[in-house]
């Protein structure tokens, strides 16, 4: 019989809402006062997330995200930089010793990733596992979706899906992107490079690398229709039942209260 993990899909949300609301799913799922969860949400404004041990100086360009009136916010989760613009974004919380979750952090993203595996078979794409045999092109890149890791999505060997996980007080966190279309010229002005010759050089690399789902169907997609599909997706990537749960007063207190302490707060955000 299928397990039921509770939905949230809380819309668009400013980028140190949205950090906090999963460190909260998380902390909540530790205590056992929610079940497991899957959450879709997006952002307001369009955002440059950086990883919880990426560093700024000399690599990311926050005078450029503040002229092209972006936020900024540092995750709890590792992984380089990505732009939250026209995507789903999803995040996952279950118990390090939940149902069908293997030890191995590996293994984890295989059966987390399932889902998202199945959410593009939905839409009618043929998604599969990157499996990279090593890590071999450490390149230094500060952009998350230069290259697949393990157990990530590929359409056609170029990355489909970026996905970050932390595992704390005995719960596993892993939150990703979906993009369904890029504006890479945007991207690539978040980045310091030494020149304008390498930065082009690897914007036009970047297009050979990463793909979003707009470039592979053909017909317009809405992001009711990417939500719709990765729900059903999830449900049949992991074997579960879906149930919406919405938020008490007292819950969006708590991340409110995180919110401020933490991922609006400077210290967190540009310390490294």
């Not at 709890?76 to 732009?83: D, S």
């Not at 990733?113 to 500060?142: D, H, M, V």
């Not at 997706?233 to 209260?257: A, C, M, W």
Request: proline content about 4%; overall charge negative.
């Amino acid at each position: 019989m299928d397990q039921t993990w509770i939905y949230l899909n809380t819309g668009k949300g400013t980028p140190t809402f949205n950090m906090a609301l999963d460190e909260m799913l998380l902390t909540w799922h530790s205590r056992g006062e929610i079940p497991p969860a899957i959450r879709f949400y997006q952002w307001d404004p369009a955002t440059l997330s950086i990883g919880y041990f990426q560093k700024i100086k000399d690599k990311i360009d926050l005078d450029a995200v503040r002229e092209k009136g972006l936020g900024f916010v540092r995750r709890l989760t590792g992984g380089r930089a990505v732009l939250h613009d026209q995507e789903l974004t999803y995040s996952v919380v279950v118990a390090e010793q939940g149902q069908d979750m293997p030890r191995s952090v590996i293994e984890a993203y295989r059966v987390l990733s399932q889902g998202i595996l199945e959410g593009y078979k939905e839409i009618g794409i043929e998604a599969e596992f990157s499996i990279p045999q090593e890590k071999l092109n450490q390149t230094g890149s500060a952009v998350c979706f230069e290259e697949p890791s393990w157990y990530e999505l590929v359409i056609g060997g170029r990355k489909a899906a970026g996905s970050a996980q932390t595992r704390q007080k005995g719960v596993i966190l892993q939150h990703g992107s979906i993009p369904i279309e890029f504006d890479d010229e945007k991207l690539f002005d978040l980045f310091i490079y030494p020149n304008d010759k390498i930065k082009e050089r690897s914007r036009r690399a970047f297009k050979e690398k990463a793909v979003a789902i707009q470039e592979v169907v053909d017909h317009p997609i809405s992001i009711e229709d990417v939500e719709k599909a990765f729900k059903k997706g999830f449900e049949k990537g992991l074997h579960i039942n879906l149930e919406p749960y919405t938020l008490s007063s007292k819950q969006l207190e708590e991340v409110r209260d995180l919110e401020e302490k933490k991922f609006g707060n400077d210290e967190w955000t540009y310390y490294r």
